[in-house]
């Protein structure tokens, strides 16, 4: 079974550069594994995508947007990672269940409760092993975001209920979720991450390139 882990923060954190960076990591080592996004990741996931954030300009209530995204999160589990953890690779998500809680339990206010079901029903209750939320103040985010899609958009009040549900996460999950910030160079943001994800690597077999034999990670 491969290893599931997965980014989260809210807008202009920084997540998809550390995403970036830990995806040459696993490159550089050649370590299998799949690195992919939520909303989208799937041809159907990538059409809802549009619809989620706006790009079609449909406006959404904030329990349709919970079931598109779960929609969305089915399909994605279903065809993209549960294949790929079975298949013994890492795979790394932009956002999973925890942005759900984040933007639509703490943005948008939809219950706790509700989410958590849909989260369950859609994933069939795989969860991921390391969640690293990349935090900054939403001031800093909101400078850094591009004010494109509906969520980026939303103001600084929005912001700050989804940033502190992802704190709330944190506390009350520490063994899985794990807080950096991302308000520091971006070097030192990742030196921080890899030294969170190497205990987990270690034990992955990796491919030797001159043998083609399996080794241990070093």
């Keep these: ?27 550089g080592r050649g370590i299998p594994h799949v690195v992919t996004r939520e909303p989208g990741g799937t041809p159907l996931g990538e059409r809802l995508r549009d619809l989620i954030l706006d790009r079609l ?5 904030p329990v349709a947007e919970l079931l598109l995204i779960e929609a969305d999160r089915a399909q994605h589990v279903a065809e993209v990672i549960r294949p790929a953890l079975t298949q ?22 939809v219950e706790r409760c509700v989410i958590e079901q849909a989260n369950r029903w859609a994933t069939e209750d795989l969860s991921p092993v390391l969640t690293i939320v990349v935090d900054c103040p939403v001031e800093v985010g909101m400078a850094r975001a591009e004010g494109r899609d509906r969520f980026e958009r939303e103001g600084y009040a929005f912001h700050e209920r989804v940033r502190q549900e992802y704190l709330r996460i ?9 807080v950096v910030s991302g308000e520091r160079d971006r070097v030192l943001v990742h030196e921080e991450i890899l030294g969170l994800l190497q205990p987990l690597l270690a034990g992955m077999p990796v491919p030797d390139r001159q043998t083609g034999n399996e080794r241990g990670l070093s």
């Design 170 to 178: 944190a506390r009350e999950e520490p063994w899985r979720v794990k």
């Design 57 to 61: 300009e449909v406006v959404l209530s």
């Design 1 to 27: 079974m491969g290893l599931f882990i997965t980014f989260e923060g809210i807008e202009g954190s920084g997540k998809t550069t550390q995403i970036g960076f830990i995806t040459q990591f696993l490159e």
């Design 88 to 109: 013994g690779k890492v795979v790394i998500c932009d956002r999973f269940t925890d942005a759900t809680m984040a933007y639509q339990g703490g943005g948008r206010r």
